[in-house]
């Protein structure tokens, strides 16, 4: 007998439908709401929201550019340069972004790139030249492990062919490089384009006004000071629409990008030619990727670390970003696993198209991003309840929402896998229900669970876009008191602060991994 | 003892395509029956079908003279050895064996011993702490015959058990299971890609191709068989 699919995935998928389609009815609502007006949709003819638009484009086009530019540089030295000390310990570093919350990173880019820093960038960082550096901070070493195991793939032989043949490196780059990354550059290239397009801590914090404001920052002035509601509804569903055009133009890739959760990356020994090229590449990168980390640390360790470490608001943020990242972690787990239950026995009875499906409906926040979902939220219930009350539900659903593509990547290959090696065998040995989870699924799973709920943690507690939008004095996260604190110019404090979240982040990050993951990898 | 009459299986191939399979044999109590033939012919599909993985659109399946196909895997009397993944990676070898007698692993002193039994004779005794990582290819093999042992069940199915291994080691274990399934009187079916498995394993040998048992014979005289022209496009095949 075929085992029947878990009822259990169509409660999943009714709940992150009704979390989606709620907030939309919010925003196609707009008509409802007081002050809108029919010409307010023709958003083309305000200049407003043409500078908005044509801005959040451009600093998108350069920061992709720039990213992917340096990246096929930075992954061709590494790959090239083999194995080399150390070499883990960069990869780690460049796995760091994904859990650095964006605005203890966009401290650290201050202190080195600011007026007052270590390396002043132009007349002032605020503004294109601010953005651009975070963009590039955070997408670089993402495109730089995305763009690796590609070059990684080339076999070794076409390096001794082209030995053999006296290929200079134009001749390598055009015959063989080029021809295995062209038909996956478009797809990493759309990933950074639609990060840098929906970011929105960055924008908030060095954007440095109007003139550089992007669609999900000019949202939140919309509705945060503005009080102006229908401008923003009217920006996020434009939003929305952009998002829907690249989601379309995603799907109809060959070939999506496999971002890489874990750090380790096969060693190739490479050529020794251009050692010192590639050493400096490498060297620079890790620079302009430890910097700002680095730049963070000292300023707050030379910050008012007792006054800040006593005033109890900071532990009550703590508490709330806990909270936060706890709670996310747990549903964005349960549903992801929930999932991709169904979804692998799908897969393994050959269903791949359903399954394929299934598992798109996790990564639903590509389409339809945080701040969308928050805005759409926000205006449905401001109407109808006090939103203070409703803070930390919506937040933490949200949240939930932003790492289940998070959760199906790390799940989804050892589900599968497992599925299909140890189901039959279950099976066959009567090996069902608790008696199955604690001795087969569990053992199997830890390992990669512990690893999905430490980045969901680590993505909730860092969020600064939701909790901007809900957040109150009552109900203040550590991401937002910090942004509080940088746009009071309590900048010493405001380092402290970084520094406390950073650490508070890694410590849940690697206390989860640990210990839910268990220090041992089960051998498959 | 195994009895499948007019079993019937409609395989939807991706492309669209409707492949039939219908199959008929039996195998009586201490046999083992070798099950050969092209690859895609429907050998592991038959023994899907007979455990249970599977869902036949007809047929019968009888072991012992009661019909089995309308249980669930876990309810058929029998024992089924994969190719490989036939023992979970992170526990040991003992509790690998002891999951086929009893999953909540609760085990009498009796339950105990008869593992301990069976490890010793296929001579993996002392290797009980183990972990499937540090045994060999063929020590692996071994722990699921064990576990097979144990579980007296009346059907085993074997799944090309053997592939990965060596001649030598085949041949060994080959023996093995000739004597254990002689020794508990099961009915084994065995499905393998290589002729001579057949020839060392079993009496009868039947010959799947295209979703159809074409000839059951002697082990020897099937071999030699050359009027039928899939069997010798098959053994001049492999």
């Known amino acids: 007998m075929m085992r029947r699919q878990p009822v259990s995935a169509y409660w999943v998928l009714s709940i992150i439908g009704l979390a989606v389609l709620t907030p939309m009815?919010?925003?196609?609502?707009?008509?409802?709401?007081?002050?809108?007006?029919?010409?307010?949709?023709?958003?083309?003819?305000?200049?407003?929201?043409?500078?908005?638009?044509?801005?959040?484009?451009?600093?998108?086009?350069?920061?992709?550019?720039?990213?992917?530019?340096?990246?096929?540089?930075?992954?061709?030295?590494?790959a090239k340069r083999g194995d080399f000390p150390l070499r883990n310990l960069l990869l780690r570093l460049f796995g760091l972004p994904l859990v650095v919350p964006s605005i203890v990173a966009v401290m650290g880019i201050i202190s080195v790139y600011g007026s007052a820093g270590w390396f002043p960038v132009g007349r002032s960082l605020y503004g294109l030249n601010g953005i651009l550096i975070a963009h590039v901070f955070f997408n670089l070493p993402l495109a730089v492990r995305l763009l690796l195991p590609v070059w990684q793939a080339i076999p070794e032989h076409y390096d001794q062919l082209a030995e053999q043949l006296r290929f200079t490196a134009w001749q390598r780059w055009i015959h063989i490089e080029w021809p295995t990354l062209r038909e996956n550059i478009p797809g990493v290239a759309l990933l950074v384009f639609m990060l840098c397009l929906t970011s929105f801590a960055v924008v908030?914090?060095?954007g440095g006004g109007p003139r550089s404001s992007t669609l999900e920052v000019a949202i939140y002035q919309s509705l945060r000071f503005d009080f102006d509601p229908t401008q923003a509804v009217v920006l996020a569903l434009l939003q929305l629409m952009l998002c829907l055009l690249i989601a379309v133009i995603g799907l109809s890739l060959q070939k999506l990008p496999e971002v890489e959760i874990s750090i380790s990356v096969n060693s190739q020994a490479g050529a020794a030619s251009n050692r010192l090229y590639h050493n400096s590449v490498i060297l620079v990168t890790a620079a302009f990727i430890g910097m700002p980390l680095l730049a963070m640390i000292f300023d707050a360790l030379r910050g008012p670390v007792i006054d800040v470490l006593s005033d109890n608001k900071l532990w009550l943020a703590a508490t709330y970003t806990l909270l936060i990242g706890f709670a996310a972690a747990f549903c964005s787990v349960l549903a992801g696993w929930l999932l991709l239950r169904t979804s692998s026995v799908l897969a393994n009875h050959g269903k791949i198209r359903q399954a394929k499906w299934l598992e798109l409906v996790g990564s639903v926040v590509y389409v339809v991003p945080p701040l969308i979902l928050g805005t759409g939220y926000f205006v449905l219930l401001s109407q109808h309840v006090v939103i203070a009350d409703w803070v930390f539900p919506i937040v933490i659903l949200i949240n939930s929402m932003m790492g289940l593509p998070f959760v199906i990547k790390v799940l989804s290959p050892v589900m599968r896998k497992n599925q299909m090696r140890y189901d039959n065998l279950c099976n066959s040995l009567a090996l069902h229900g608790w008696n199955k989870w604690r001795r087969v699924d569990w053992p199997l799973l830890r390992k990669p669970l512990g690893l999905a709920a430490a980045l969901v943690s680590a993505l909730a507690m860092g969020d600064l876009g939701v909790i901007a939008l809900f957040g109150s004095a009552d109900t203040t996260t550590l991401p937002l008191m910090l942004y509080q604190q940088l746009g009071a110019y309590r900048i010493p404090q405001a380092a402290v602060t970084a520094l406390f979240l950073l650490l508070l982040c890694l410590l849940v990050f690697w206390s989860l991994e640990r210990g839910l993951g268990g220090r041992k990898d089960v051998t498959h | 003892m195994l009895h499948i009459e007019q079993l019937k299986f409609v395989y939807h191939s991706q492309s669209g395509l409707n492949t039939e399979m219908l199959f008929n044999l039996s195998a009586a109590p201490g046999e083992i029956l070798s099950i050969i033939g092209p690859s895609g012919g429907g050998k592991s599909t038959l023994l899907n079908l007979i455990a249970g993985f599977l869902p036949a659109q007809s047929g019968i399946i009888r072991i012992d003279d009661k019909s089995v196909q309308n249980l669930g895997p876990a309810q058929r009397p029998l024992t089924m050895v994969f190719q490989q993944h036939n023992l979970f990676p992170h526990l040991d070898l003992f509790t690998n064996v002891a999951l086929g007698i009893n999953p909540s692993l609760k085990l009498t002193d009796d339950q105990q011993d008869e593992i301990h039994d069976a490890l010793k004779k296929l001579s993996l005794d002392g290797l009980e702490k183990r972990k499937p990582g540090q045994l060999s290819g063929g020590q692996r093999q071994r722990v699921a015959l064990a576990r097979a042992l144990v579980r007296r069940q009346k059907v085993l199915l074997l799944d090309e058990p053997f592939a990965a291994l060596g001649p030598a080691l085949r041949q060994e274990l080959i023996e093995i299971l000739k004597s254990l399934v002689e020794q508990k009187s099961m009915a084994a079916l065995l499905v393998s890609h290589q002729p001579e498995d057949a020839l060392l394993a079993s009496k009868r040998t039947a010959f799947i191709h295209q979703g159809k048992v074409c000839a059951i014979d002697e082990t020897s005289k099937l071999l030699n068989n050359t009027a039928e022209k899939a069997i010798r496009e098959y053994l001049g095949s492999v």
């Open chain 1, 25 to 78: 009815a919010g925003l196609l609502a707009v008509g409802r709401l007081p002050g809108f007006e029919p010409g307010d949709l023709q958003f083309w003819s305000s200049s407003y929201i043409r500078r908005v638009l044509l801005f959040s484009f451009w600093q998108a086009f350069l920061s992709t550019l720039i990213s992917l530019t340096l990246a096929l540089l930075v992954a061709r030295s590494i």
């Open chain 1, 204 to 206: 908030l914090t060095l």
